[in-house]
């Protein structure tokens, strides 16, 4: 591999990187045969390689695939699929062919119906690799070249290290009061709000879990200042979090976004996104003359796939499944969380296969054990060919989003083999104590 490829693509585990040549289910496998354990892919919702998806891809493929100029029923047919799963006024549908693509529409559908330009987003967020999404995305535009005059940033809702934690009476309410403040001096600076922009669950922010309410007073703040809510919901929709379809819906049925971006697991691997929001704003959009078309968006094949996605959800019970397997690994990480002192926190709050560890070497003071989750991200690749990787401001949040046929016992090994990794790790440190003069 050359030099420049390395650097412009960073792979997991770059020291050692795996080829993998197959996939099934939540397994993958490498040149050598061997079998890896897949607990970071949600992007192949219902597993790699499932059947129905490829033969409902084939199918579709070897009949016709072409742009939505032409009238086909596949597109129609997955709309109204999706608008089941949604609240009543999200009822405007534009395919595209990436969350990427699906939240820079989001922004121009924004700014588009409000007339105003700034937005706000939630600190450590990230919402893809465009121009647009680097610009309201403070875990790249830190690293590059900064924050736009346009671009508001608000405290990240994290109630284990944020400002309010979990011993507040309302932590809800004070993180949304933190957004209403920013609004007040962007208003105070004479600019005007187009979109509060926020995952459900921040994923690269550390697998965080919103305080319950949150969602519904920030929309009533936004709003109030003449923007609207975008649910970014292209990591955690598609019922990763189990109880509902959607994540933002875990926030009680009273709250509902104006904008919703939906991507990563809608193709189990397929390139195609898209974005939901009301006929208002779709009429807002429309309204300037300029036409909006998309070449891939929405074409046959993908429509095909995305329905294939939803009857294997359906027929498989994976949201049933999502909300097992993960109540049980929660069950299982917190039994871990009181045998070791690393572990300072377990992410989850109901949240399906949609889970975290965070680890401390302190946790009285919340210190990032940063080297710590590293090590025990390569030793169960190396020793357990279990794949788990990293996330947060630290990367000291261990992740498991995995495929949504992730079983009890693949649950169960990943914990087996954690708890092994962080008794090695006590015994190693008292062995070292003993041995020093």
């Known amino acids: ?31 050598n045969g061997s079998r890896y354990l897949d607990c970071i892919s949600n992007v192949h919702h219902v597993g790699h390689c499932h059947p129905s998806i490829t033969q409902a891809a084939a199918s579709q493929m070897e009949l016709l695939n072409t742009n939505t100029r032409f009238l086909h029923d596949n597109i129609v047919l997955y709309a109204d699929r999706l608008a089941a799963t949604l609240p ?35 600190d450590h967020a990230y919402h893809g690799h465009l121009t ?33 934690r979990e011993n507040h009476p309302d932590p809800a309410q004070a993180y949304a009061d933190t957004v209403k ?20 669950l921040p994923s690269v922010g550390g697998q965080i879990i919103l305080p319950q309410g949150y969602s519904t007073k920030v929309a009533e703040y936004v709003r109030s200042a003449g923007g609207v809510y975008v649910a970014d919901e292209v990591q955690t929709g598609f019922g990763r979090v189990g109880s509902h379809f959607w994540a933002f819906q875990m926030h009680g049925e009273d709250f509902c976004p104006d904008i919703v971006t939906m991507g990563k697991p809608m193709g189990n691997g397929h390139p195609v996104a898209c974005v939901a929001t009301t006929a208002e704003i779709a009429a807002a959009f429309t309204a300037n003359g300029v036409e909006y078309f998309n070449t891939f968006g929405g074409n046959p094949v993908s429509c095909a796939i995305g329905l294939a996605v939803l009857d294997v959800m359906e027929k498989e019970d994976l949201r049933g499944n999502a909300m097992r397997v ?24 109901g949240a399906g296969l949609f889970v975290g560890i965070e680890l401390v070497t302190d946790r009285e003071q919340r210190t990032p054990a940063t080297e710590a989750a590293s090590r025990l991200v390569r030793r169960l690749k190396e020793e357990d060919r279990i794949c788990v990787s990293t996330d947060g401001p630290w990367e000291s949040v261990v992740k ?28 190693t440190l008292r062995s070292m104590r003993f041995l020093l003069p």
């Open 132 to 164: 647009s999404l680097i610009d309201i995305s403070p875990y790249k535009f830190r690293k590059l070249a900064g924050q736009k005059e346009w671009v508001h940033v608000a405290p990240l809702p994290d109630v284990y290290r944020g400002m309010f």
């Open 326 to 349: 993960g109540a049980h690994l929660k069950g299982l990480l917190r039994k871990l969380q009181t045998q070791h002192q690393i572990i300072g926190d377990v992410r989850y709050g």
């Open 181 to 200: 403040e920013v609004i007040e001096e962007v208003h105070r600076k004479g600019r005007k709000i187009s979109a509060f922009f926020a995952e459900s």
């Open 88 to 122: 009543e006024k999200l009822c405007v549908f534009y395919f595209v062919n990436s969350g990427s693509e699906a939240n820079d529409l989001a922004l121009r559908l924004a700014h588009g119906y409000t007339q105003h330009e700034d937005v706000i987003v939630l």
């Open 400 to 427: 498991f989003k995995p495929p949504m046929c992730f079983s009890m016992e693949d649950a169960e090994l990943v914990v087996q083999c954690i708890d092994r990794i962080l008794t090695d790790k006590v015994r």
């Open 1 to 31: 591999m050359s030099l420049g490829f390395r650097h412009s693509c960073r792979l997991f585990y770059s020291d050692d990187p795996v080829k993998i040549v197959r996939a099934r289910g939540q397994y993958l496998f490498d040149e």
